[in-house]
């Protein structure tokens, strides 16, 4: 892998100086090669194997790990552990390079336009951050690398309101969730606050003040909300004592520094305990019945997205990780293909968008949202009850004024979706229709046509393309796939395959009411705790 790393992680595009820069951090890898040399063997036999490495994968490798289990985790992007050719690991959002888009040739930004004028940009084909999959009727963003979703996100760590849990995971006793496992959760996390005094004065949280004034003066309530970037590091950035990360743009391909994802948390505690290996650019592409255990088919790939070997493997028991699609999509797949026929018909169904819509309103100009806006949001309109929208203030941190503000809802959409395997394309499809964000539209609609009218504000038309209000193409969000107590039994295993687990978003049946991965490592904190109790 160190060969292949060195062959073509620098696109021919690069300068000779870029090229030597970025040659000495390939070698400083090299010194790392121990775990790339640790990728797993063609005809293994590992006791665990770990499909995926975001939050559902992390919780599982290390809660089995430290009950003495050794675990092999299969990731199919990179492990984001080596600078680049500009000195840092993760590239900027104002200058997206080969780092950002997972086998694209050309960005696929949140917002596309910017006052009307498309804003995407070509880059040259890499195993970068970002995957922005596209199926017919959405495209679903998602982390790739080691550390998943956490890699890329926002950082947002919510837990859902009580009185909501119900309507959550209808099968889970909520009391054990919130005396037991959202604590330890968000514990593990590394959940903080923001200090309010500071959030107060700062500039670069201009625009969620501005978010907040405006919220307030419909009869909105607003609320700040805890995160996983470590608020004192952005204090330091804002106070120009630290290297600038989040106050600097950077969010969507990385954070250099400040955001504790699960390379920090979960995953740096799984490794420490010596039983825990990882392959990266490793992708699963079946798993079927191999007398007692199972047979597991990997493509090692090159960062060109070309496959570099194929391996099989064995393992005794299997944990789907690798999040709502990749999680639905593997098993939809394998239930259609004979690989696993006796999963049952729940398998891929249940799927939903966490009701995600955007939308950006034309503030005043004695109303600006500041030129510096760090990239962390800390806050939300609750309108989740009487309306059914709870609206994250979110920046676009561009670094001029913008005289913007943006909002990503969260919304309670009754639409859901299923995937099925459509052999003719030898592809998974998911039937999603655009036309079925139209309740998020009008959920959102009850929080910001609102505020447009006191305000006497209008909604921005050049942000999703040329007059176009709603950002509604796109999920950050996915959940549900194998839904919990469905597919599963109410702890995760697997109908008709002992030793077949499911631990990720694809077990929550399409909506969390607010940002989702304290949900899903909350629920991998309880079902892991039951299987090591019982099944080994
Ligand atoms: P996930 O973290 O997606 O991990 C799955 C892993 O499996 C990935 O590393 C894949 O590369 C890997 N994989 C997939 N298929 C295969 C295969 N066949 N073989 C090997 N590996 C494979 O799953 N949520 C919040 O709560 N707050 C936020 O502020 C927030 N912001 C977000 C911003 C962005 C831009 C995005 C993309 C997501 C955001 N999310 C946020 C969602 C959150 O990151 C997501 O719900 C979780 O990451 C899902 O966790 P899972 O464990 O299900």
């Avoid at 985790?73 to 984001?80: D, I, L, R, S």
């Avoid at 989040?246 to 920090?264: F, M, P, R, T, W």
């Avoid at 959102?444 to 305000?455: Q, T, V």
């Avoid at 209000?469 to 702890?491: C, E, Q, R, S």
Wanted: charged share 15%; hydrophobic share 40%.
């Amino acid at each position: 892998m160190t060969k292949t790393t060195l062959s073509v992680n620098v696109p021919s595009h690069l300068s000779r100086r870029s090229f030597l820069v970025g040659t000495g951090s390939i070698l400083a890898t090299a010194a790392l090669a121990g775990r790339a040399a640790a990728a797993i063997g063609d005809g293994a036999h590992v006791p665990v194997l770990v499909i995926g490495t975001g939050y559902g994968g992390s919780v599982a490798a290390l809660r089995l790990a430290q009950a003495g289990v050794d675990v092999h985790m299969v990731e199919m992007g990179m492990a984001w552990d080596t600078p680049g050719p500009d000195g840092k690991i993760f590239v900027n959002t104002k200058s997206p390079d080969f780092r950002a888009y997972w086998l694209r040739t050309r960005t696929k930004q949140p917002i596309s336009n910017f006052l009307g004028f498309p804003i995407d940009k070509d880059v040259p084909r890499y195993t970068g951050i970002l995957d922005a999959e596209e199926f017919g009727g959405i495209i679903v963003y998602q982390g790739r690398g080691v550390g998943g979703g956490s890699l890329v996100n926002g950082g947002m760590a919510v837990t859902p309101k009580r009185e909501n849990f119900g309507g959550v995971l209808p099968s889970v006793n909520p009391d054990e969730m919130y005396s037991t496992y959202y604590p330890r959760a968000n514990a593990e996390l590394g959940v903080n606050n923001v200090d309010p005094a500071w959030w107060e004065t700062v500039d670069c949280y201009q625009y969620a003040r501005v978010g907040r004034k405006h919220a307030q003066r419909s009869n909105f309530a607003f609320t700040l909300v805890p995160n996983v970037y470590d608020m004192n590091y952005m204090k330091q950035e804002a106070a120009g004592t630290a290297t600038k990360s989040a106050v600097d743009g950077e969010i969507l391909y990385g954070n250099n520094y400040g955001k504790k994802s699960l390379q920090k948390t979960y995953l740096a505690k799984a490794r420490a305990t010596g039983r825990v290996q990882i392959s990266t650019l490793h992708r699963v592409t079946s798993v079927s019945p191999s007398g007692s255990s199972y047979r597991v088919v990997i493509e090692q790939l090159n960062t060109d997205g070309s496959i570099a070997a194929t391996k099989a493997v064995t393992a005794d028991r299997v944990f789907f990780s690798a999040g709502s699609v990749g999680t639905s999509k593997l098993l939809t797949k394998l239930k259609a293909t004979g690989a696993l026929p006796n999963l049952n018909g729940e398998v891929g169904k249940g799927w939903g968008d966490n009701g995600n819509v955007m939308v950006g309103r034309a503030n005043h100009l004695w109303d600006p949202t500041g030129a510096v806006q760090t990239s962390i949001p800390t806050a939300g309109i609750d309108n989740w009850a009487a309306g059914g929208a709870f609206a994250e203030v979110a920046p676009i941190p561009t670094g001029i004024e913008t005289w913007a503000s943006f909002y990503l809802s969260i919304t309670k959409n009754p639409n859901r979706a299923q995937f099925t395997w459509n052999a003719s394309a030898n592809k998974v499809d998911l039937n999603w229709q655009t036309a079925w964000k139209q309740p998020s539209i009008d959920m959102a609609k009850s929080i910001f046509d609102k505020i447009n009218a006191k305000e006497g504000t209008i909604y921005r038309t050049d942000l999703f393309g040329v007059y176009k209000i709603w950002g509604d193409h796109l999920t950050y969000h996915p959940l549900g796939g194998a839904v919990l107590n469905k597919a599963t039994d109410n702890y995760g295993r697997l109908a008709g395959y002992s030793g077949l687990y499911v631990m990720d978003g694809s077990l929550i049946p399409g909506n969390t009411s607010v940002n989702p991965f304290v949900t899903i490592t909350a629920l991998a904190e309880r079902n892991i705790e039951r299987i090591i109790a019982t099944d080994l």
